[in-house]
């Protein structure tokens, strides 16, 4: 059987990237990418750091350079920021990458899962849930657009959805 191509996944903060990209790579033995961590490992600073200076622009430019670099890689499973499908650029180089898999969650669990963050600067503010709405009118269809495999992660914990998503990709 021929290997499995990357695993990447998408989808808005809270959803559960980090988590179900970690159990993936575990158990296709692969090594895992975050994105996110990549960025503030090379850049040496925090992603409120990296806002606060360069604005959400110099975030973008950064987060674009750091796809396309982890596009490059095979056999690896890959977590991307909330925000990686705005970029046309980016959905591309995604798709071209590998199998894509969108976990959707609702605004509820987003707020439940975020509620104490202080590392997203898009949600340090007071109105979150409205923050949250419009970002989700916003990238669902991107994120759709981007992926071959939409999963929920709202109602089952990550074992489950981890476990259902090898089921979907190893058919
Ligand atoms: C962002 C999501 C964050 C991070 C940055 C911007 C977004 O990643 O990239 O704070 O625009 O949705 P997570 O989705 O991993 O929280």
Redesign the pocket.
Known sequence: MPALPNLILV?????G??TIGRLLATDLSREFL???HE?QARCGAD?PWI?DVEG?AG?RDR?SQMIRELAEREQVVI??????V?REENRRVLRESGTVIYLYTTVNQQLRR?AKDR?????QRDDRRQVLEE?FVL?DPLYRATSDIIVRTDRRGPRAVASDILRRVER
């Open positions: 989808g808005p903060m809270g959803a990237k980090s975050d994105s996110d960025i992603i806002f959400e975030f987060e977590a991307t920021g909330g925000g990686a705005l975020t590392n997203r600067p898009l949600l970002m990238r």
